[in-house]
């Protein structure tokens, strides 16, 4: 994507051919900052406290962050050392752990004098199928979008309500349930976001709506608590969420609140689609809510707010009563049968174990 006229993408090698540059998504939206990892330990930080984040990003730099472990050691009981280490940052995403499956496939019977080479070779391949996967996603979701526009007013804009951040910052470039949304606004079609702000580390607020308002797409930002009236009084026209982990039969995993505005959405007869590449698909699961785990996180992220104040300073202020316990769960699971469809690199899919595996029959058993 193109931020103030220059293009950016959410990792790269640097100019040395080694290091990896990464956006540091915790100072956005009110700077725009990079990191240079240099080492196993900076790469598993950077995720685990997400300056990097999103499911397909995180199964890059993971990728990248085996790469800095296998320049430092490159035999097989560092780099399964290495890869207990990045799997472990982020448990319930599994692009991380598929992206790392992938790099040590590529460098297991390597000499080790040529593993280095091969690991980057193998996480870049990521990073351009990312781009490439995600740009298909655009194109499928935006077919759904102009079904959409087509029964409405001429003129009228499609509003489509989104979770999270699923953008081009999750992803390397384009993004998953943002992919259709550009791919719509560049093509002319008037589209409206409602943005969820996403308590409570508020991507959607924070991060989506950076996105959305540099490319120039028309979003207003709303308390979590808004879209179901939104959907009562028929200004909801379909929601597209990302997804970290999709099972076998289809439940969705995706970042918490997801849930609620599914449920809403079936009562109010709304689509409710999630966008993901095919990485995020975990046909060794089946049904999500008992199965797939759930990361709590730390109860700072749920008892503090972080904000530019009126005078430009940046600051972080309390907002529970001292001494009260907080639980952060980080995630939750939409069954299959709240999902209207899964907007996949190969297409619309309906969210059935059939006909998943029929779409993705490589992936089964794996």
Known sequence: MRIDGKWMSSVWVEADGWSVGIIDQTRLPHAIETVRLTTLGEAANAISAMQTRGAPLIGAVAAYGLCLALRADASDAAMEQAYATLLATRPTAINLKWAL????????NQPRGERVAAAYARAAAICQEDIANNEAIGGHGLAIIERAAAAKPPGAPV??????NAGWLATVDWGTALAP?????LKGLAVHVWVDETRPRNQGAALTAWELGRQGV?????????????????LVDLVITGADRITAQGDVCNKIGTYLKAL?????????????????????LGDGVAEIPIEQRGAEEVATMTGRTADGRIETVTVVPDGSMVANYAFDVTPARLV???????????????????SFPERVGR
């Open 101 to 108: 499956n992938e790099v040590v496939a590529a460098v297991r």
């Open 159 to 164: 509003n489509v309500l989104t979770h999270c």
């Open 181 to 185: 949304i550009y791919k719509a606004h």
């Open 218 to 234: 028309p979003h207003a930002v709303i308390a979590d608590n808004t879209g179901g009236h939104l959907m009562q009084h028929r």
């Open 264 to 284: 809403a959405a079936r009562d109010n007869g709304v689509p409710f689609y999630a966008a993901a590449p095919s990485s995020t698909i975990d046909f060794a």
């Open 340 to 358: 209207t469809g899964l907007i996949t690199e190969r297409g619309l899919i309906a969210p059935t174990r059939e006909a998943l595996a029929a």
